[in-house]
């Protein structure tokens, strides 16, 4: 049976390299580094799509997304060029799966258990968000055979540690630091092998609708997070507060997901924490214990 085959872009970051590692055998998976192509640049774009057309193009790419990214101009109009040099070669390739954020439907204000249908509820102020929402729309208006997977908070190996609460908190209290949290704030986290094979459904699946919000659809705050990393590692770690309160929540309703993968199955959430925790372990001496100090 020929494989799909899939033009992944990100293959380097978070995401992409879980992809990468748990999909690669699956699929014909073609991910190109920025040094071997420009993303950028339309004309590169489509001489590397003629060359190698494919099934699917999974676009995980983009700048000015996590606080690792500093001092990143333009990301709007970069992250809408890479997006539409994508689109425009649409002859090369069948399905496009863009990895979209709840950004999309604005984080100027609480976002509590949101459905997809709010898309136009209100336009995001920052540009990283009014990024997502022009992509959002786009995809929801093209006749294109084009999917938006709209993730919240997701989390595992791979991602930025000094920068990411779940994997931060973990190497905290690997390094016997305690637990910091600026304001203690509601989320929607999936476990990044759960996201793998949901995104693995729609690469083999047509699909009813265009967005999905990708969750669990079960809100859980910092503070939560941090007792129970604090109980798995069975360590007497504080966990500091520094500020009251709650911040603005950002979470979503699954109700379509589940509905069109009525088989889809997260992972305990304290399972997954210990199997990150156990990645983290093994990978102690090449942390960086002096970016948490």
């Not at 190698?52 to 990301?75: C, F, I, L, Q, Y």
Request: proline content about 2%; glycine content about 6%; hydrophobic content about 40%.
């Amino acid at each position: 049976m020929r494989k799909h085959t899939i033009f992944l872009t990100g293959g380097s970051g978070f995401i992409g390299r879980n992809i990468l590692e748990q999909l690669g055998e699956k699929y014909a998976i073609i991910a190109p580094t920025h040094k071997q192509l420009d993303l950028g640049n339309v004309d590169s774009v489509e001489a590397f799509l003629k060359q190698n057309p494919v099934d699917v193009v999974v676009h995980t790419a983009n700048v000015g997304g996590n606080r690792a990214e500093k001092n990143v101009s333009n990301v709007m109009s970069y992250n809408l060029r890479i997006f539409f040099n994508l689109v425009h070669n649409h002859r090369y390739f069948k399905k496009f799966i863009y990895l979209g954020s709840g950004a999309q439907y604005g984080k100027q204000s609480s976002l509590i258990r949101v459905r997809e249908e709010a898309l136009d509820t209100r336009i995001p102020t920052d540009e990283f968000g009014l990024y997502k929402y022009v992509c959002a729309k786009f995809i929801e208006e093209t006749p294109l055979n084009m999917l938006n997977l709209s993730i919240f908070g997701i989390y595992g190996k791979h991602e930025e540690y000094a920068f990411r609460f779940i994997s931060q908190s973990l190497c905290r209290v690997l390094f016997d630091l305690p637990i910091v949290i600026k304001q203690n704030v509601k989320f929607d986290y999936i476990y990044v092998d759960d996201f793998i094979r949901i995104l693995q459904y729609f690469v083999e699946h047509d699909q009813q609708y265009r967005t999905y919000n990708i969750g669990t659809g079960i809100p859980i705050d910092l503070v939560t997070i941090a007792q129970r990393i604090v109980i798995i590692t069975k360590k007497n770690i504080p966990i500091l507060l520094e500020k009251k309160g709650l911040n603005l929540e950002y979470t979503c309703a699954t109700d379509r997901l589940r509905k069109e993968l009525s088989s889809v199955q997260y992972t305990d959430f304290d399972t997954a924490l210990s199997r990150l925790y156990d990645w983290y372990k093994n990978k102690k001496t090449l942390l960086q214990r002096e970016l948490f100090i």
